[in-house]
């Protein structure tokens, strides 16, 4: 027999039947869920205090990102990726983009932000992100025309490209 804290007494198989409960697994399974997903992509995330400097490259474990910032003439779509190296989803968006701008890069400028450093926060507040990773495109005249949360597969994110003209 166990006591419970308001000192009622409840035998094994009432305790077995309260969880038993389909209402109760199913809300357990969705803390248990929650638990592991948000603290690792929400942009309030606490920062490991290494903030890098610009134009230096940040390290992922096992993943050394550089900064995705093409510089020259001005192209077609800007594609600011808003996330995080520390972020699975976003390590994932990281080699992405460099397909993206190896493939594409004479007419794609891409920007990647680090939201959970003192400087990419900024960023996060100035496009509103809510979560991270987050794909902002702009126009040549840099108004935004599409916006992505999460992991975005290249073949979609091409698709978006080729709206405005990317061949």
């Known amino acids: 027999m166990a006591i419970l804290p308001n000192n009622k007494n409840f035998d094994a ?7 038993n409960n389909k209402l109760c697994r199913i809300a357990a399974m969705t803390f248990i869920c929650l ?11 606490p920062s490991s205090g290494i903030d890098p400097k610009p134009g230096q490259a940040n390290k992922a474990p096992e993943m050394e990102v550089t900064p995705m910032q093409s510089q020259g003439p001005v192209r077609k779509v800007t594609f600011i990726e808003l996330g995080s190296v520390r972020c699975i989803p976003c390590m994932k968006m990281q080699i992405i983009m460099r397909e993206i701008e190896r493939e594409y890069g004479d007419q794609v400028r891409i920007i990647f932000y680090d939201v959970w450093t003192d400087a990419g926060k900024p960023y996060a507040q100035q496009y509103r992100i809510r979560v991270i990773p987050t794909q902002v495109f702009l126009d040549r005249d840099g108004n935004e025309y599409f916006r992505h949360e999460g992991y975005f597969p ?3 994110l091409i698709q978006v490209l ?3 003209g990317i061949k």
């Open 35 to 45: 638990a592991m997903v948000l603290p690792g992509c929400s942009p309030t995330s």
């Open 162 to 164: 080729r709206f405005k």
């Open 13 to 19: 198989i009432e305790i077995k039947g309260m969880l």
């Open 154 to 156: 290249k073949e979609d």
